[in-house]
Each structure stands twice: as C-alpha cells, then as structure tokens.
C-alpha cells in the first residue's frame, strides 16, 4: 500500500513539483505521516511546512504565467523526477520502506510529468486558452495530494 502511495505522491511532484512536499510535509506535522524517529522527521517541523508551502503558492502563481517554461525541459523534468524521489521516500520511511518508495515516486513523477503535459496540452486546446486548464491541474494536484497524505495516516 506504500508504495501505491509513494507512486501516487510522485505523479502529484509530476503534476504540481511543489505540491507534493508540501502536502507531505503538512501530513508530517499535524501526524498523519509517523516520521518521529526516522531520517524524514524534518518535515514535521513546521520551518519544513512554511518553506514547502511558500514554495507551492510560488509555483501555482508563476505557473499561470505565459512565459512558464515546459515541464519536459530538463531542468523542470529533473526537478520533478527528484521531488517525486524525496516526497515518495519520506513516505517511505513511515513503513520502513524509503528506497522503494523513492523508486515508487521516480516512477510517478515520469509518469506525472508526461501525462500531466500531455493532459494540459488537451485542455488548453479545449478551453482554447491555458489558465483554465492550469486551475484544473492545480485543483486536481492539491485535492490529490491531500487525500493521498489522508491515506496514509
């Protein structure tokens, strides 16, 4: 079930790079994610929670913008790719199980960044314009990541 999760966690890092470590980091520190005691504890501090969060407003912001480069660039795939591989560890570790859930969340994360590009690209088409498909986006990437967090716990 773990790692199902951590697969889960890492298309969300696909979707939303942001999102994922910081609804991780949020499951963390209100408990539902039990990292008390592993390498991951520092995401239960709220210091993890505020950075992350910030972060997240960050990207759900800028991505709106027209000049917002594609997620299959390498830097945003890299980037993706190793926030899939640490949120998918951190949960993980809540069963013991880090470096399968960092595969699990390596795995998500491609499949995240490249459907999620792909799912965009047919809603801007859609719609006839980008913003409302990256509320869509935005929308199914927190809800997501909220419940997968839930899941856990």
């Known amino acids: 079930m773990l790692y199902i999760l951590a697969l889960l966690i890492g298309v969300i890092a696909g979707l939303r790079a942001m999102t994922a470590p910081a609804a991780v980091a949020w499951g963390c520190y209100v408990g539902w994610l039990p990292v008390t005691g592993t390498w991951a504890s520092f995401m239960g501090h ?22 917002t480069p594609s997620r299959k660039v390498p830097q945003q795939f890299g980037a993706r790719i190793v926030l899939g591989a640490f949120t998918g560890a951190v949960i993980g570790a809540t069963g013991g199980a880090t470096i399968g859930g960092l595969v699990a969340g390596v795995i998500g994360a491609v499949i995240g960044t490249l459907g999620g590009a792909e799912a965009r690209g ?19 990437a927190i809800i997501g990541g909220l419940l997968i967090v839930a899941a856990v716990a």
């Open 46 to 67: 709220w210091v993890a929670v505020g950075i992350f969060t910030i972060l997240a407003i960050v990207e759900l912001v800028t991505d709106q913008l027209p000049s």
């Open 122 to 140: 047919r809603l801007a088409a859609a719609f006839g314009k980008d913003p409302p498909a990256a509320f869509i986006e935005d929308a199914v």
